[in-house]
């Protein structure tokens, strides 16, 4: 199981958020860090764990409760048995979770409108550059797979940038 999440924050739409909405994704658990981007460590954390656990729900983020660490510059997260790191550069920050030794992941850059089929193409064509020739296809509840082998991948996009995780034995 992995998941994958990325928030673009030069995103014009990308907005700072305060107390007041951090409230309305925190579950009564939570355990977070003093952070200027702590709603959308939480928020990427929260999306990715709803991935990595691939239930056929909508997403809830005040159903997930997640404990945010920070140590010596790197920040984890976990949920329940779920483990996983945040990334933050001065353009993406993304959150990436499951056996994190067995999970690799590609950042993509926008490079059309339509990311759905944009991101999909992006995923295919580094595949191939890395000598796999694959397809994406779905499982039975609609989530993505590399097929023909039915191996489970997490695909999240925002703003100018894409994100594949996919396991290391993949290439």
């Given at each position: 199981?992995?998941?994958i999440?990325?928030?673009?924050?030069?995103?014009?739409?990308f907005?700072e958020?305060?107390?007041?909405?951090?409230?309305?994704?925190q579950?009564?658990n939570?355990?977070?860090?003093?952070?200027p981007h702590i709603?959308?460590?939480?928020?990427?954390?929260?999306?990715?764990?709803?991935k990595?656990r691939r239930e056929?729900?909508n997403?809830?983020?005040?159903?997930?409760?997640?404990e945010?660490s920070?140590?010596d510059?790197?920040i984890?997260?976990?949920?329940?048995?779920?483990?996983?790191?945040?990334i933050?550069?001065?353009?993406?920050?993304m959150?990436i979770?499951?056996?994190?030794?067995?999970?690799?992941?590609?950042?993509f850059e926008k490079?059309?409108d339509d990311w759905?089929?944009?991101?999909r193409f992006?995923?295919?064509?580094?595949f191939?550059?890395m000598?796999i020739?694959?397809?994406?296809?779905s499982?039975?509840?609609?989530?993505?797979?590399?097929e023909p082998?039915?191996?489970?991948?997490?695909?999240s996009h925002?703003?100018?940038?894409?994100?594949v995780?996919f396991?290391?034995?993949?290439?």
């Amino acid at each position: 199981m992995l998941g994958i999440d990325i928030v673009d924050l030069k995103d014009p739409s990308f907005k700072e958020r305060n107390s007041r909405s951090l409230e309305l994704i925190q579950n009564e658990n939570d355990v977070t860090i003093d952070h200027p981007h702590i709603f959308w460590i939480l928020w990427s954390a929260k999306e990715a764990v709803f991935k990595c656990r691939r239930e056929p729900l909508n997403f809830a983020p005040t159903k997930i409760p997640i404990e945010v660490s920070e140590n010596d510059g790197a920040i984890r997260f976990s949920s329940d048995e779920i483990n996983g790191e945040i990334i933050v550069n001065d353009e993406y920050m993304m959150a990436i979770c499951g056996d994190l030794d067995s999970i690799d992941y590609h950042v993509f850059e926008k490079s059309n409108d339509d990311w759905s089929e944009g991101i999909r193409f992006m995923i295919i064509n580094y595949f191939r550059e890395m000598g796999i020739d694959y397809h994406i296809g779905s499982d039975e509840l609609n989530l993505p797979t590399i097929e023909p082998d039915h191996i489970e991948i997490s695909i999240s996009h925002h703003g100018r940038y894409g994100a594949v995780a996919f396991p290391k034995s993949l290439i």
